[in-house]
């Protein structure tokens, strides 16, 4: 039989079910733009995301069901707060994105030494108990995205999350994860009740059943959405990566079970996360992030008119042979790893009276390319691996300029997902393995393959000067705004 998956993304959120040989069926969209109601502020309507779920799990079950389990994968860190009584939202959750609790991390880091980052669950949620009364009820109950849609289809009989989605809360360090626990001290600091935080599980394996949907099959894997993505194309062995390219971009490698010394950002601006566990045993993994990707395409199209859609941008690039030495840092609200400079601001060099429109759409796909080369070398720096290819999906692995200047950026092969959303994909192996679709992850992974790969250029020492020139033009975007490059979570 197969699995029904559940994704919910930062901007919508898709249902599909995936058969045991891969095929994907009943794919079911919604879009559910978060809110911002100020600048830096970002909400989601917590009702409005219950609704959408079960609409689209039905639709795609009504077209590829009946299915064995249920996967769920999700945007990570979000943060929302609901009444266990009836199951209403206090309040609109807070996006990971959302930036109100800046102020509490720097204070937090001054007085009691204790590192948080505004897009972490950590301070979201002391922000929500300070100031939304009803979470601090006793009936009060909390959690990320997964947590909630989890209780949305177990019609609130589920409260729990996993160890992937627990990693990158803030709330538990290495050591309380591998005790699938919350890290007490961090709870106790927040003045969090621990009651309303949800129970840590294993990411494979049964948590309950999804009483919200016909049958009533099991919710047997919880996973975070970047996590999913790289298992859902195989990346499940030592030195396996993956980037996603959508809004943001995401690297992320698989490492091993050896557990890290701690889950802080490491020497060159990368995470530790926990990719997945079985039974008690994490795999564990690194993530070096990008601030924004395909969104500096959609800028083009959106606010400069440059382009009539983002699909255009792959013909105008190629129709010249180069960028003609104009460069672009993507840094339109400022740069991750490895740099972490919040006061990054994009930047646009070489322009000369002969620039045209089609060199100027190209560097900008080849910025976000380097982007990604910059992503990869400080993942291989702080992991000490060698990742020999490079998988990739979103949107933008569509894109055949971009991602040929990845390869040739890289100097590694680019293989190309078969499906834009790899996050389905890992979620229906995780919940497949936990209910017998699939024996092992790598019989299941074994069934995945690329849609096609893009070979790196020999142009070697092209490819040396427009590294040189990369790193030139990043020194210049750095700092624009001071007091946002001191910043430092």
């Known amino acids: 039989m197969s699995v029904l998956v559940v994704d919910v993304g930062t901007t919508g959120l898709r249902a599909a079910v995936v058969r045991p040989d891969t095929t994907i069926v009943g794919f ?42 249920v996967g769920i994968t999700a945007q990570r860190a979000s943060t929302i707060v609901w009444d266990s009584r009836d199951g209403t939202p206090v309040a609109h959750g807070l996006g990971w994105q959302d930036l109100r609790t800046v102020g509490e991390c720097i204070r937090w880091k001054q007085d009691r030494n204790l590192i948080f980052a505004p897009n972490q669950t950590a301070t979201k949620l002391e922000w929500l108990c300070k100031n939304i009364e009803a979470a601090r009820s006793p009936h009060a109950r909390a959690g990320t995205v997964d947590t909630w849609v989890a209780a949305v289809l177990s019609n609130f009989t589920v409260h729990a999350t996993d ?30 009740d621990p009651a309303m935080l949800p129970r840590i599980v294993p990411t494979i394996g049964v948590v309950g059943e999804a009483h919200a949907l016909p049958g009533a099959p099991p ?15 195989g990346g499940i062995v030592a030195g396996a990566a993956k980037a996603t390219f959508g809004t943001g971009g995401m690297l992320d490698v698989y490492a091993g079970t050896a557990t890290p010394q701690h889950l802080a950002r490491t020497k060159n601006g990368t995470f530790p996360i926990v990719v997945y566990s079985q039974g008690d045993t994490l ?12 969104s500096n395409v959609e800028w083009l ?13 792959d013909v105008v690039a190629s129709s010249v042979e180069s960028s003609d030495g104009v460069v672009y840092v ?35 796909l080849e910025g976000i390319a380097h982007r990604g080369a910059d992503l990869l070398d400080a993942t291989e720096r702080d992991t000490g691996l060698r990742v020999e290819r490079l998988k990739v999906d979103g949107g933008m692995s569509r894109n055949r300029v971009f991602t040929q200047a990845l390869a040739d950026a890289t100097g590694r092969p680019i293989d190309i997902c078969r499906e834009t959303e790899a996050t389905t994909l890992g979620s229906a192996f995780l919940a497949g393995v936990a209910t017998g679709v699939w024996n092992t992850l790598d ?4 069934l995945v393959a690329p849609l096609r790969t893009a070979e790196p250029r020999s142009s070697a020492p092209h490819a040396r000067i427009s590294r040189a020139q990369w790193h030139e033009a990043v020194r210049r975007a750095r700092g624009w705004i001071p007091e946002l490059s001191a910043l430092d979570f």
């Open 28 to 69: 079911t969209y919604e879009p559910l733009p978060p809110t911002s109601p100020f600048a830096g502020l970002v909400e989601f309507d917590g009702v409005a995301m219950r609704d959408a779920v079960l609409r689209v799990a039905h639709t795609a079950l009504a077209v590829g069901g009946p299915v064995r389990a």
């Open 301 to 313: 199209v959106s606010d400069l008119g440059v382009l009539t859609d983002a699909a255009t941008s």
């Open 219 to 233: 919710i047997a894997a919880l996973v975070g959405d970047q996590q999913s993505s790289l298992i859902g194309q």
């Open 163 to 192: 160890t992937s989605n627990a990693a990158v809360t803030g709330l538990a360090d290495h050591a309380a994860l591998a005790r699938h626990e919350w890290s007490n001290d961090i709870v106790q600091a927040l003045d969090i």
């Open 330 to 364: 993507p840094a339109l609200i400022g740069l991750a790893t490895p740099h972490w400079d919040y006061g990054a601001r994009g930047t646009l060099l070489g322009i000369t009276r002969g620039t045209t429109r089609a060199h100027i759409v190209r560097a900008v």
């Open 443 to 446: 019989e299941a992974t074994s």
């Open 283 to 294: 795999h564990w993994g690194s993530e070096a992030i990008m601030l924004t990707a395909g």
